[in-house]
């Protein structure tokens, strides 16, 4: 199963672009990378998919470099409601769905 | 849009009593999932189903846990003697297929066990 590394925390003023990097170096052929958001007492929100090359809707954008050991979330022009816990998780599929299983995740702050 | 529902949304109960969390799946998913969150830490999973059976387990969801269909719609989880470290955020998400598509998640149901 692919482990994943993304930064504990960051801070961004609103208004900038927010891109938070996430490593998988043992990520495997079969696994798509997917990033959700998570705001307190809330279930975890689907941003975005993909697989490799970049992937861009309303939200946000992912970039996956051709190794695709890691991947980076762009959040154009942040809002202070962007303040949440971003997690990116690597699936396994397994049995027919995707296994997912979630890290620590990047605690994102948005300053005024 | 078609969201996961979750009741209640806050539950609270005496240790070594049962209690059951239900959900309502998106009505044209097919795998369904059930998630906990102790406050403070990551989200881990407990259990997958599908086509009426558990698909697979962690080594969390041990005998005290079951899940079930019991129509439909519903989909629960029920936890037959609960412990003081069973009070989490449990988090049910639901998805259309297999393979990589996505999972929504419920909005969470608070389990207080005192």
């Known amino acids: 199963l692919a482990k994943t590394t993304q930064p504990i925390s960051m801070d961004s003023y609103e208004g900038q672009e927010v891109n938070i990097t996430c490593s998988h170096n043992?990520?495997?052929?079969?696994?798509?990378i997917t990033w959700y958001q998570q705001f307190p007492s809330q279930g975890p929100r689907f941003i975005i998919q993909?697989?490799?090359t970049k992937v861009t809707n309303e939200v946000a954008s992912l970039f996956i470099p051709a190794d695709r050991k890691s991947s980076t979330l762009s959040l154009p022009r942040v809002s202070l409601s962007d303040t949440a816990v971003y997690y990116c998780?690597?699936?396994?599929?397994?049995?027919?769905?995707?296994?997912?299983?979630f890290g620590t995740g990047t605690k994102l702050q948005v300053i005024p | 849009e078609p969201e996961v529902t979750q009741t209640p949304s806050h539950q609270v109960t005496q240790m070594g009593q049962e209690v059951i969390l239900r959900c309502v799946p998106i009505s044209n998913h097919l795998y369904f999932y059930w998630y906990r969150q102790i406050l403070g830490q990551k989200v881990e999973f407990l259990v997958s189903?599908?086509?009426?059976?558990?698909?697979?387990k962690s080594e969390i969801f041990d005998d005290q846990f079951s899940v079930e269909r019991p129509d439909g719609s519903n989909f629960t989880l029920k936890i037959r003697s609960t412990k003081l470290e069973d009070s989490a955020m449990y988090f049910c998400?639901?998805?259309?297929?297999?393979?990589?598509?996505?999972?929504?998640f419920g909005p969470g149901t608070r389990l207080t066990v005192l």
């Open positions: 043992n990520i495997a052929t079969n696994d798509y």
């Open positions: 993909g697989y490799k």
């Open positions: 189903f599908y086509n009426n059976e558990i698909s697979e």
């Open positions: 998400a639901s998805s259309e297929g297999g393979d990589a598509d996505t999972q929504y």
């Open positions: 998780l690597v699936g396994e599929e397994s049995g027919g769905y995707q296994k997912v299983t």
